[in-house]
């Protein structure tokens, strides 16, 4: 392995302490919980058979959701450069001005792809015709396998989590798909691997904070209950902690009981649930970050 190859995994692999960035996690557990509510309130608006409500609620909480993400990648781009981290406030000033870029590169990139998915579906309706068909399906079936397969590698290496940092770097969306077209024809091997060390690190964040979340949860439901006599079920005094809330309860076919004590289990759990989504997004995007400044930047 090279030494800058070696640099570069070092630089992703100090994206561990993305955590640390208090500012870029208070930001995304805000646009988290925001979108979380906005949710709960499209499907309480669908319940009620109000179509419309509901698209309005569901529609504005995954913009929120999107502008509280890339608001909170601008503070981690902060953070991956050694630049002092903006507040909350100037990044999502930044991000209402700006993600629009992250979306326009991603449809170019989706179209593409939409473009040789429909050539190929083209090729295999072709196959019904006499004579042809049967030789070009053998030759169609293995091209269009590696075809699809390349498409998913790529969105899922390169354009998905490249994408954004290039936009918080700086990069209009023109520019955004000059780079990832380089670095399609000339680097991708180094961009797998370092995504590669990025994904690792987000797998071993997630079970660390898993194991946190369940060990704890399961004791802390012991010494509430049995130590301390609460009286709530433990699928109740856990339930939002797993990401249930009271509409989701009844949907399990557990009965929300304990009234306003059963309601703040519910909420205390809720926050739980989301720190557990938090931490290894943070890391996620960090380590994208890393990658892109890794890949662009000299040695």
């Known amino acids: 392995m090279t030494p800058p190859l070696i640099s570069a995994l070092a630089r992703v692999l100090a994206s561990i302490d993305a955590p640390r960035n208090l500012r870029a996690l208070y930001a995304l557990l805000a646009s988290f919980c925001m979108t979380g509510l906005l949710l709960a309130m499209a499907r309480s608006a669908l319940g009620r058979d109000e179509g419309f409500i509901s698209a309005l609620w569901l529609g504005l909480g995954l913009a929120v959701a999107f502008f509280g993400v890339n608001a909170t990648g601008l503070m981690l781009m902060d953070q991956a450069c050694g630049r002092r981290v903006r507040d909350p406030q100037d990044a ?46 053998a030759v169609v079936l293995p091209a269009g396998v590696l075809m699809l397969g390349g498409i998913a590698f790529v969105l899922v290496i390169l354009v998905g989590p490249l994408a954004g940092p290039a936009v918080w770097a700086g990069l209009r969306s023109r520019e955004v798909l000059a780079f990832l077209r380089h670095r399609l024809r000339h680097g991708l091997p180094e961009t797998a691997l370092l995504m590669a060390a990025v ?101």
């Open 199 to 299: 994904y690792l690190m987000v797998a071993l964040a997630t079970a660390a904070v898993s194991f946190v979340v369940v060990s704890g949860s399961q004791l802390l439901a012991g010494l509430a209950i049995l130590g301390a006599g609460v009286e709530l079920p433990a699928r109740e005094l856990l339930a939002g902690v797993t990401g249930l809330g009271p509409r989701g309860m009844g949907a399990s076919g557990v009965p929300l009981q304990g009234g306003n004590l059963g309601l703040a289990a519910l909420i205390g759990g809720g926050v739980v649930f989301a720190l557990a989504l938090v931490l290894p997004t943070l890391v996620w995007l960090r380590g994208c970050c890393a990658v892109y400044l890794a890949l662009t930047e000299p040695a």
């Open 92 to 137: 999502l000033s930044q991000a209402l001005r700006s993600a629009h870029r992250v979306l326009l590169a991603l449809l170019a990139c989706v179209a593409l792809a939409a473009v040789a998915v429909l050539a190929l579906a083209a090729l295999l309706w072709a196959t019904h015709l006499p004579l042809v068909g049967a030789p070009l399906l």
